[in-house]
């Protein structure tokens, strides 16, 4: 997909070359197949009307701001395998959902997903203007690596169903979930670890303090089958 292809697009879906365009309609939905590998910077940036947004398998590199200011998402369904990492700067997926009808935006990360870059939906905070509106996300058994603060800042999600089957510990400065749920509309955070899982790492929700790295989890449900839980796991959410 390349770079700038739908910046800031707002063509009817019914377009037809030769007739006037419809600019209040916008592109309302996009699903990338999986032959594609790759999305260029700014592709999707600031479509409005799109609802829903499906990755596929193949997808290898997202460029910086591919998906930033789409504040309509209410889905995204993320099944790219393995995605080079993002750095504190690539604002992906800034503001996503964040406008969204149904107050929010679902992530549901697909079972073909071995990995998730870092900083993948990275908000440096509210107040510069990047935070998201995801609210739920699901993360499927076949994630065995998440990058360091690849959610850190998604402070309105109110339920993680985590089901990732990571057995490395984690860095105790990964930041992998900073501020979780600190913001959330309901002023809850629900995190359910799945009964697949048999490890929670060490550090995985671990935050520094409670003043600049805290997050707003407020209930934790550990499956059945967890037989270790490494240090500092969840030391700090308060």
């Known amino acids: 997909i390349p770079a700038y292809l739908f910046y800031n697009a707002n063509l009817s879906d019914d377009f037809v070359e030769g007739e006037d365009i419809d600019y209040t309609k916008g592109i309302t939905g996009v699903i990338i197949g999986n032959g594609a590998t790759a999305i260029g910077q700014y592709a999707f940036y600031n479509n409005k009307k799109m609802n829903a947004v499906t990755i596929g398998t193949a997808v290898a590199n997202i460029g910086d701001y591919a998906f930033a200011g789409c504040t309509a998402v209410e ?23 964040l406008n969204s009808a149904n107050g929010g935006c679902n992530v549901v990360i697909g079972d073909n997903v071995e990995t998730l870059p870092s900083y993948m939906f990275y908000c440096n905070n509210a107040v510069d203007g ?42 105790v400065f990964s930041f992998i979930f900073r501020h979780l749920g600190l913001d959330s509309a309901t002023e809850t955070c629900s995190v359910v670890v ?3 899982v048999t490890k929670i790492p060490a550090n995985l929700f ?10 707003g ?21 308060a």
Do not use: H, P, Q, W
């Open 217 to 237: 989890i407020t209930s934790v449900v550990i499956g059945s089958k967890v037989e270790t839980i490494g240090e500092m796991a969840f030391a700090g959410c």
């Open 130 to 171: 990047n935070a998201n509106g995801i609210t739920n996300v699901t993360i499927s058994e076949g994630v065995t690596f998440i990058g360091n603060f690849a959610f850190a800042g998604c402070s309105k999600v109110e339920n993680l169903n985590l089901n990732a089957t990571i057995t490395y510990d984690v860095d």
């Open 206 to 215: 671990y935050c520094l303090d409670t003043v600049n790295n805290a997050n």
């Open 75 to 97: 889905r995204l369904n993320y099944n790219a395998k393995t995605v080079a990492n993002f750095s504190d700067s690539s604002c992906v997926f800034k503001n996503l959902g």
């Open 194 to 196: 799945g009964d697949n």
